[in-house]
């Protein structure tokens, strides 16, 4: 790794890694993959403390790992910068800033919500939260019809079947869809092994 | 024990909400607005519409929320801690895994399983605060629709689907929308 542009001794990589996750976090509306750019443009255009491909990698597994993409991507970077420390840093620079905005609007809520104004305007945001949301799933429910695979269609429907009708409860649903998985994967691995 | 409680509960959206953002909605609801009487589907809705105007990941912005309202700060701090425990302890381990075999082809066949049902379940996130806002979270019926709620749901649809609006913007002028045509003396 090129040493000429980064801070180097593990104090200041600590503080840079803090201040830069606590910018980032901040200052990044929409989270998930939104965040995982922001990183890259800090992390490897600017201080080339990652490469290019490792970053991907990162993007990938943060991704495929339960939590909060942001949060995950934080534990990937904070880790391979500078270890236990560097993730405990990057995570706190992470959370920090949401859990500051969030306790300040947590404490005013009640005050607001009870607010004939504030109130109407929140009503009124909610439409807009729905359509949001049901946007959203448009979207991504597209993306799976576009599969044309009935494995992935059907259980899709399944799903939507066994929540909104027969009000499964969400994690057993989402169990027994990763219990399907494993077994086909198992299933499918077998297959490529004998042939 | 509240804290315990707390934790336990976000530790649960922490270990099962996969590929983040809208993915964590159902599973924070079903603990906060279903398993436990900490939140309404009211507050549940304008909490998720405070996060989408707030940085920070969903169920960081949900624990604080209902951490602070159910135990004060220790119980944001409680919250927090449990919904990112299971990420702290499952990405490092399977970082771990990808450097040694740099192979993860089992574990995308599982998520491309789960996608889909990620999917329906935002799903029906989305239709119950629909409901709120077509009926005012009374029994569905013709006599109890709200019509501006109707109306700017349909609008706003519109503007995002059809014209690519951005979010924010759209929930913004919902928000203007409801307040100007309840003031206007009509």
């Keep these: 790794m090129d040493q000429q542009h980064q801070p180097t001794s593990r104090a200041a990589r600590l503080r840079a890694l803090f201040f830069s996750t606590l910018y980032i976090s901040a200052f990044t509306f929409g989270g998930g993959f939104v965040i995982v750019t922001f990183m890259k443009r800090k992390f490897v255009d600017e201080l080339h403390w990652i490469d290019d491909q490792e970053m991907l990698d990162m993007a990938a597994l943060a991704q495929s790992s339960p939590g909060a993409i942001a949060v995950n991507a934080a534990i990937l970077v904070g880790w391979h910068v500078e270890g236990l420390a560097g993730m405990v840093v990057a995570v706190l620079g992470t959370i920090i800033p949401p859990m500051v905005v969030l306790s300040v609007i947590s404490f005013f809520y009640a005050a607001f919500a009870s607010n004939l104004y504030v109130s109407l305007v929140l009503k009124g945001m909610q439409a807009g939260v729905a359509a949001v949301i049901l946007d959203v799933v448009c979207s991504l429910g597209g993306d799976v019809l576009k599969t044309k695979s009935p494995v992935y269609i059907g259980l899709m429907v399944a799903a939507f079947v066994a929540n909104f009708v027969f009000d499964v409860n969400v994690i057993l649903i989402i169990l027994a869809a990763a219990a399907f998985g494993v077994v086909r994967a198992v299933f499918q691995q077998g297959k490529g092994a004998r042939s | ?186």
């Excluded at chain 2, 336990?8 to 079903?30: C, D, E, K």
């Excluded at chain 2, 909490?47 to 209902?66: D, E, K, W, Y």
């Excluded at chain 2, 307040?179 to 009509?186: G, T, Y």
Aim: proline share 5%; aromatic share 10%.
């Design chain 2, 1 to 186: 024990m509240i804290y315990l409680q707390l934790f336990l509960s976000f530790l649960q959206v922490g270990l099962f909400s996969i590929g983040g953002g809208y993915a964590t909605m159902p599973l924070i609801q079903n603990q906060v607005v279903e398993l436990h009487p900490w939140l309404t589907l009211q507050e549940f809705t304008d909490l998720i519409t405070i996060s989408q105007m707030t940085p920070g990941p969903i169920a960081v912005n949900s624990a604080t929320f209902v951490g602070i309202r159910i135990a004060g700060i220790p119980g944001a701090i409680v919250a927090t801690l449990g919904c990112i425990t299971p990420a702290l302890i499952l990405v490092s381990l399977l970082a771990f895994v990808y450097n040694k075999y740099k192979d993860i082809s089992v574990l995308q066949n599982v998520l491309s399983c789960l996608r889909p049902v990620v999917v329906s379940l935002i799903l029906g996130a989305g239709l119950s605060i629909l409901a709120l806002v077509l009926f005012n979270g009374q029994t569905p019926d013709v006599q109890v629709v709200d019509w501006i709620g109707t109306g700017s749901f349909v609008v706003a649809f519109v503007l995002l689907r059809k014209f690519k609006w951005n979010p924010i913007l759209t929930m913004c002028l919902c928000g203007a929308a409801e307040l100007v045509l309840h003031l206007l003396p009509v």
